[in-house]
C-alpha cells in the first residue's frame, strides 16, 4: 500500500478507524441492518420463497427491483402480496429502485431514462418512477434509488442536460 497523509489509516483498518472515531466521538453507536436487492432474482417474478431465502441467509431488508417481469409495481395485488410476504419473513423494505425497464435487460418492453434527451421518454420514466414509489402508501420504505441515465444509451440517449 502507498504512504497516506499523517492521521490517515489505510486498509481494512480504515473501517474500524471509522468506526472507532464514531463510537469515540460519544455518539450512540449506528444501528445497522443488512439487506439485499431482489435484483438478485431479477430473472424470476417475485415469491416469498426468494424473501423467505433472503431472511434465512441473514439479511433484515430488501431493496425492491422495480421491473414489472420481476415485480409488478402497477398491481395492488401483486403490492398487497409483497406487503403480507414481508410480514412472514420479517424483511422490512429499504428502498425501492426505480424502472430501467419493463423487462429485464430492456430486451423488450419499454426502457426508463430520466436522462433522456427526449422528454416524452424523460416523462414516461417519471411517471413509471411515480408508480413504484406509491409502494410506499402501503409499505414503509426510506429510499429510492434513481439512476440517471442507463448504460445501453445510445447516441445521445443519456443527456447531462435533462437529467438536470
Known amino acids: 500500500m502507498g504512504k497516506c497523509a499523517p492521521g490517515c489509516v489505510e486498509g481494512l483498518g480504515a473501517a474500524a478507524a471509522i468506526m472507532d472515531g464514531l463510537l469515540d466521538a460519544g455518539k450512540p453507536p449506528i444501528a445497522m441492518k443488512f439487506g ?21 441467509a441473514g439479511f433484515e431488508a430488501v431493496e425492491l427491483f422495480a421491473t414489472k417481469s420481476h415485480f409488478d409495481y402497477t398491481d395492488p395485488t401483486a403490492i398487497s402480496s409483497l406487503a403480507q410476504w414481508l410480514r412472514e419473513t420479517g424483511l422490512t423494505l429499504h428502498s425501492i429502485h426505480a424502472p430501467i425497464w419493463d423487462v429485464i435487460g430492456g430486451s423488450s418492453g419499454g426502457t426508463y431514462s430520466t436522462a433522456s434527451a427526449d422528454n416524452a421518454k424523460r416523462q414516461a ?17 426510506t429510499y429510492m434509488v434513481v439512476h440517471l441515465g442507463t448504460t445501453d444509451a445510445k447516441d445521445g440517449g443519456n443527456s447531462r442536460a435533462a437529467a438536470s
Open 36 to 56: 439485499i436487492s431482489t435484483h438478485l432474482y431479477h430473472d424470476q417474478r417475485l415469491s416469498v420463497e426468494h424473501l423467505s431465502a433472503i431472511a434465512e
Open 125 to 141: 420514466a417519471v411517471r413509471q418512477a411515480e408508480a413504484a414509489l406509491a409502494i410506499v402508501r402501503d409499505i414503509p420504505a
